[in-house]
């Protein structure tokens, strides 16, 4: 197989809000008006055809379905899936206008030619860069109120960077508000939760059994607020099958917490995007 371009990130992003990840078929034919996970699938087949027009977001079920649609089988057609998913669009008042105007215009950089020298100084200097062969590791403890950039690998190897804070909660149940950024280069946090969430909880040594996962993406205006909870979770296994549940102010109340509007920095720090309705440090560590 060749090697499959990823679809660029300005157009990526685009589709990602105008859906507001949700699947087109899922909301149309059976109903199911909620995030999913999916992927974005190109309308005519042609994977190196990225326009904002030929892809569309799809739960993995759906694109699934389309992609090994043939022509005999009378499966998903291609007009359907388009009248759909422009239907979810109008839905979701979204005006192509909205794209920002270097959107299209997006240049991809050339390659540099291949060198050797690292290959060369890495044989040579073996012990001196043997460092770099362990995985990364968020170096420090964690802070109250404070997110920090959390790096995670990608089972695709599309690693990615995201923030993340840890709030313990009165009743012994452990936040973790993991926020995407602008700029993260991998695999989103929704599309590798699951892998995601094994590193941060093993890092941090928070049992599966007291994880609360909440989701959330700091740009755009976007203020929404999944709840992530998982089918399979250790010591069973890895965690696997996640459902995303949006937040609602009663799944806040219940959990003591209120999203605030946005992320304050300050001398080189992200504070929190939560407000705690219960008494908790500002400052101590952890
Ligand atoms: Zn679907």
């Known amino acids: 197989m060749g090697k499959r371009k990823p679809v660029p990130k300005s157009v990526e992003k685009d589709v990602l809000i105008a859906s507001r990840r949700r699947c087109c078929l899922c909301v149309f034919l059976y109903d199911r008006n909620e995030v999913c996970k999916g992927q ?4 005519n087949q042609n994977p190196s055809d990225f326009r904002f027009e030929n892809l569309a977001w799809l739960c993995l079920e759906h694109h699934d379905e389309y992609d090994g649609t043939t022509s005999q089988s009378k499966g998903l057609t291609l007009d ?10 109008a839905r979701h008042n979204w ?3 909205q794209s920002s105007p270097d959107d299209a215009q997006a240049v991809e950089l050339q390659a540099l030619p291949e060198t050797s020298e690292y290959e060369t100084v890495r044989k040579n200097f073996a012990y001196e860069l043997k460092f770099t062969l362990a995985p990364w590791r968020f170096p420090l403890w964690q802070v109250a109120n404070r997110s920090e950039f959390f790096a995670y690998k990608a089972g695709n190897r599309a690693d990615g960077i995201c923030l993340i804070e840890r709030i313990d909660l009165p009743d012994g149940r452990i936040v973790i508000a993991c926020i995407e950024m602008a700029g993260n280069p991998g695999n989103s946090i929704t599309n590798c939760v699951e892998e995601l969430c094994f590193q941060v909880c093993e890092r941090f040594d928070i049992p599966a059994e007291r994880l609360v996962w909440l989701e959330h993406y700091d740009y755009d205006g976007r203020d929404e607020w999944d709840m992530v909870t998982f089918e399979q979770k250790p010591p069973r296994g890895p ?3 996640p459902e995303w549940t949006v937040m609602t102010p009663e799944l806040w109340r219940e959990l003591k917490l209120k999203p605030k509007k946005r992320i304050t920095q300050w001398h080189g720090n992200y504070y929190s995007k939560l407000t705690k309705l ?6 101590a560590l952890l």
Do not use: M, N
Request: glycine content about 0%; cysteine-free; proline content about 4%.
């Open 40 to 43: 974005i699938a190109h309308l």
């Open 80 to 89: 359907e899936v388009r009248e759909y998913r422009d239907r979810l669009y």
């Open 95 to 97: 005006d192509a206008k």
């Open 239 to 241: 965690f696997a099958s």
């Open 278 to 283: 219960f008494d908790w440090p500002t400052e």
